[in-house]
């Protein structure tokens, strides 16, 4: 593939991103010619990113291309990405077959394998993702393995996976109490998290404020009566 690239910008650089692997680049002056290696497998796609420099702007300006190869094995997947939600779920990814092309198989990288599973039909993978119940989002890659029924030959087919970070939020996130003190209540929507019940009050409320939760997210506190003359404040992590 030959692209004439129109820019006066300078220094003009290429990424191959996800093409690492099978392809290869040339850039003389504004031409970029593209070369990709022999596909023994199936389709596949990787985006190209051209950048030039901008002295006017001080900036970088750059142009993503989608490149695309026909495979040896006709077949491919979509979605080929998936996103989900912190609290997991089941999504489906469809498998196109061509002529003596079979699914296979399903399969979860190393990194996935705690939090994703995979369930194959005849042309089609079921992936479910467990609840996110870290601070982090994560990843990972689910393979559809086809095969040439005349040929033997099998080809992994990735499919990205990204899960949103766990979140959980409170209500209501203050309490007021009266001279007197006693004991009022919160809630934590936990969301996908399972809460701990580990409580712990700030240095401000040692020995005059308690706190303990429930399983279910309840969090009691208990504050002592205030003799002094001001108010006092505390915050319960």
Known sequence: VVVNILTSMDPITIDLNDGKDWLDYDLDKRTLTIT??????????????????????????????????????????????????????????????GAGVTLTGASVSEDAKKWLI??????FVNVTAMPNTTVQQREGTVYCEVTNNDTGEMVEMPVSVTQEIGTAS????????????????????????????????SSEGKGWTSATADTDGTVNVTVEPNAQSAKRECTVN
């Open 118 to 123: 995979v369930e194959k039909g005849s042309n």
């Open 36 to 97: 990709a290696k022999e596909n023994k497998g199936a389709q596949r796609t990787a985006t190209v990113t051209v950048s030039a420099w901008s002295s006017k702007h001080s900036g970088i300006n750059a142009t993503k291309l989608t490149i695309r190869q026909d495979g040896a094995i006709n077949a491919s997947v979509a979605p080929s990405a998936l996103t989900f939600q912190a609290n997991g779920g089941t999504q489906k990814v469809n498998v196109t077959l």
């Open 170 to 201: 409170i209500e209501p996130a203050s309490l007021l109490f009266a001279a007197n003190g006693g004991v009022q209540q919160t809630k934590i929507n936990m969301g996908s998290f399972t809460y701990c019940g580990v409580l712990e009050v």
